[in-house]
């Protein structure tokens, strides 16, 4: 990807209720790891969208890109992106800075309490079934990361397989060349099974019984 097109305008959106916070970004990856970050330690400087992360979770959140493009054009576009989708979780009126908006003294005491808490603003909270319906459906269709239940199990099965593949005479090889100096993956290798495998009958998690 070139360098221009990770800088742009992006928005972050509730699934559950439509409604989205809107910036600008030099690189998206990073500015959404620092979104994160922030909403994690309860820090964000944007109190909105973070009483609506600590209230519906991480999960209700997705990250888009709106506009690709250049840095001098960053202010021009999320304006006009704010003024087009009027986002409900931005408190400053113009692009790019907290003009124009001023926390009551209320907010920044309840802010700076919870920048002090070191839990995740999530813990003890638990959806209501409607809402985990909303996120279940928002969800469909996107892969799921490495604990995707597919990959989990295709994993497994693969795993599992390059056990059965052993025999006792192979693992007992094997543990001879280890105690010879042959490194783990050279035993899987000439044992044909993973280096997992190898490494779990090597520990004698499998195969206990074989000297």
């Known amino acids: 990807m070139a360098a221009e097109h990770q800088t742009g305008i992006y928005e972050i959106r509730n699934v559950v209720n439509g409604k989205r916070y809107v910036g600008s970004a030099m690189d998206f990856a990073k500015r959404w790891r620092e979104h994160i970050n922030a909403l994690q330690r309860s820090a964000h400087h944007c109190l909105p969208l973070q009483r609506a992360w600590c209230l519906y979770g991480p999960g209700a959140f ?6 690709a493009c250049t840095k001098d054009n960053l202010i021009m576009y999320e304006q006009a992106a704010m003024d087009a989708l ?3 979780y931005n408190v400053a009126p113009r692009a790019g800075s907290q003009l124009g908006y001023r926390h ?4 920044r005491r309840r802010m700076s309490e919870s920048r002090r808490k070191d839990f995740s603003p999530f813990t003890g909270r638990s959806h209501s079934k ?4 909303k996120i279940s459906a928002s969800r469909k269709g996107k892969g799921g990361g490495a604990y995707e239940p597919g990959r989990v199990k295709s994993a497994a099965d693969a795993m599992r397989a390059a056990k059965s593949v052993l025999s006792p005479e192979a693992v007992a090889r094997g543990r001879r060349l280890r105690q010879e100096g042959a490194t783990i993956q050279k035993v899987a290798d000439l044992a044909g099974c993973s280096f997992h495998a190898a490494y779990d009958f090597l520990r004698g998690r499998t195969f206990s019984w074989v000297k």
Do not use: Q
Request: charged share 30%; glycine share 0%; proline share 6%.
């Open 86 to 88: 009027a986002p409900e």
């Open 104 to 107: 009551s003294e209320a907010s």
């Open 62 to 67: 997705h990250f888009n890109k709106l506009i």
């Open 130 to 133: 409607e809402t985990r319906a």
